[in-house]
């Protein structure tokens, strides 16, 4: 038999991304069993995360402050955004180290099927942002999933009216990828966007 609190505590580590039932049972035994040297610490860091953690009203970044410490960077260029899908792409382009510009988190894509259109996107604060700021280039950087690339479109068709560069990422051949390893989509958009060498 197992106590209904501890079972509740499986469950709810159950449904974090990369567990499930079993990996979630694993988690919670694990604390259980080094609740002054994980447990503990780990309820500390939740409960200051829940008191201090705060959605970036201009971007959507999650940070400690609003503004974010990126829109806050007065050495970022605040001429070009670059359009992501959720916080997890923004970290994961500031890891690359490879964009020096301003960000603006969607919140999704449009998913007919999942019910996401347009007003659960946050597509109004885009366009203050575009009308009111000094942007030149908006860099539409959304996954080559379906539901990425309809997105793209649609936003593609409502940032033309702006005086601005449209572009996206580019999509294909991954850096030390094998072509025999990749679908033929990836294959595409690969030949698709080839480009001159030298």
């Known amino acids: 038999m197992i106590a ?18 079993r990996s979630g049972k694993r988690a919670a035994l694990h604390l259980l069993k080094r609740r002054a040297t994980h447990m503990v610490p780990l309820i500390d860091a939740l409960n200051n995360v829940l008191a201090t953690v705060k959605t970036c009203a201009v971007c959507g970044n999650i940070d400690t402050k609003s503004p974010c410490s990126l829109c806050d960077d007065n050495k970022r260029d605040s001429s070009s955004l670059c359009i992501i899908e959720d916080v997890e792409d923004l970290w994961a382009m500031e890891r690359a180290h490879a964009f020096r510009g301003r960000y603006h988190v969607l919140g999704g894509v449009l998913s007919a099927l999942d019910g996401i259109g347009p007003e659960n996107l946050t597509l109004e604060s885009l366009m203050k942002r575009i009308e009111t700021g000094h942007i030149q280039e908006v860099i539409i950087a959304l996954s080559a999933t379906m539901e990425g690339q309809t997105t793209a479109h649609y936003l593609h068709d409502k940032l033309s009216a702006f005086p601005i560069k449209i572009t996206r990422l580019a999509h294909g051949l991954p850096m030390g990828g094998d072509l025999d390893y990749l679908d033929e989509g990836t294959i595409l958009a690969a030949l698709n966007a080839r480009q001159p060498i030298g």
């Open 4 to 21: 209904k609190e501890i079972d509740h505590l499986m469950k709810l580590l159950a449904q974090l991304p990369g567990l499930g039932p």
